[in-house]
């Protein structure tokens, strides 16, 4: 699993916004689709919204294939 680490200088980034800015995905539609298809999960629960508020210290996973720390 590749892990990136993402510093965001505001209180949280929505989840799309967060898969776009780390790199893996294309689009916001791409981000989404991930979303809505169940591949993401934040701190191991699935993610069922797209615009969810990810915060410093929580870590994101697309498809068992990238891990995304967010940092502050």
């Known amino acids: 699993m590749k892990k990136i680490t993402i510093e965001i200088d505001t209180e949280y980034i929505p989840a799309v916004s967060l898969l776009k800015l780390a790199g893996v995905v294309e689009s916001g539609g791409q981000a989404s689709y991930e979303i809505e298809q169940g591949h993401v999960t934040m701190d191991g629960v699935v993610l069922k919204e797209k615009r969810k508020k990810v915060r410093p210290g929580s870590t994101v996973v697309l498809n068992h294939e ?7």
């Open 66 to 72: 990238y891990a995304i720390h967010v940092t502050g």
